[in-house]
C-alpha cells in the first residue's frame, strides 16, 4: 500500500505549548527532541500526541543540536508499551533560532536516515521546526524515500500545515 499524504499533520495543543516552553527555556541555544503519535486515514496523516524534551546527554549549541540517542530511544520505548503499543515514534523535532523555518542540508540527512533505519519503523518521518521571529512558529514537514534505481534512493519532501486540536 503507497502511503498518501494530505499536506497536513494533527498537533495536539498541549504538546505544541510544551514545545515552546522547552524552546523558550533553552534560548539562546538550539534544542529538540521526539515526537509520538499515531497516523490515520490507512497510515497517511500524522496524528502528534506527545513529544519529549532533550535528554541529559543532548549536545545544545547556538546553531546545533545532537540528540541524546540513548535517551531518545528510551523515552520511545517506553510511551509505546504503556500507550498499550498505540502510540508509536513519527520523527524528531528541534530548534532554529532565527526566522528560518526550512530544512537545513543535516535535517534532510536526518529525515532520510530515519526512512531507511528499519528499526525506526516509519517510513514518512516528520520533522518539526520551531523557527523564532518575535514568536515561536512551527513548520512540520514529512519525508519519505522513494526508489529511482536500485542503487538510488531519492528523498521527497512535503511542507505540512499545522492543525492544533483540543
Not at 128 to 148: A, C, P, Y
Request: glycine fraction near 6%; charged fraction near 20%; proline fraction near 4%.
Amino acid at each position: 500500500m503507497e502511503v498518501q499524504n494530505n499536506n497536513f499533520a494533527w498537533l495536539y495543543k498541549p504538546v505544541a505549548e510544551f514545545l515552546i516552553r522547552e524552546a523558550a527555556g533553552k534560548a539562546p541555544l538550539e534544542t529538540g527532541g521526539i515526537l509520538m503519535g499515531y497516523f490515520s486515514h490507512h497510515r497517511s496523516l500524522p496524528v502528534i500526541l506527545r513529544a519529549t524534551g532533550p535528554g541529559p546527554r543532548a549536545v545544545h549549541q547556538w546553531n546545533y543540536y545532537q540528540p541524546d540517542t540513548w535517551f531518545d530511544e528510551s523515552e520511545i520505548a517506553t510511551i509505546y508499551i504503556e500507550s498499550g503499543r498505540h502510540i508509536i515514534y513519527l520523527g524528531d523535532w528541534h530548534t532554529h533560532l532565527t526566522s528560518f523555518g526550512g530544512l537545513s542540508y543535516r535535517d534532510r540527512r536526518t529525515l532520510q536516515r530515519i526512512a531507511r533505519c528499519k528499526s525506526a519503523r516509519v517510513k514518512t518521518p516528520l520533522m518539526l521546526i520551531l523557527s523564532f521571529n518575535e514568536q515561536w512558529d512551527i513548520t512540520i514537514w514529512q519525508g519519505e524515500v522513494h526508489k529511482r534505481y536500485i542503487w538510488n534512493k531519492h528523498l521527497s519532501i512535503t511542507k505540512l500545515t499545522t492543525r492544533l486540536f483540543i
